[in-house]
């Protein structure tokens, strides 16, 4: 589990600068596998099958509500895209990461 993980997400309502080139290249380190492209940090995760993709889902689900930060999902019957940006701000926040590394921690045994 990553530093990232223990974290608690803040309250963004705008009037924040999104995060910089350079904090996203420091950030994304912290993260297996996640991607930055076109604005969004993004991960597809898959599964042996509907019932594992579901329960991933509904675990993000979970993280995200506690968290009161919301990715886009894209679902499918073996895998689930997961996708980040802060959209009170128009980029990427440190909670994107900190949920990204939340999520991930499902797998950490």
């Not at 968290?67 to 701000?89: F, M, Q, S, W």
Request: charged share 25%; aromatic share 12%; proline share 4%.
């Amino acid at each position: 589990m990553t530093d990232l993980a223990t974290r608690k997400c803040k309250p963004c309502e705008g009037g924040v600068a999104p995060l910089t080139p350079d904090e996203i290249a420091i950030l994304i380190r912290q993260l297996e596998d996640w991607k930055y492209a076109d604005g969004v940090i993004a991960k597809t995760y898959s599964f042996r099958n509907y019932y594992e993709t579901m329960a991933f889902v509904n675990a993000t689900a979970w993280i995200s509500h506690r968290e009161d930060h919301h990715p886009d999902l894209v679902v499918g019957y073996n895998k689930c895209r997961v996708e980040y940006h802060t959209h009170a701000i128009g980029g990427l926040s440190e909670n994107d990461f900190i949920c990204a590394a939340k999520i991930d921690a499902l797998f950490d045994r």
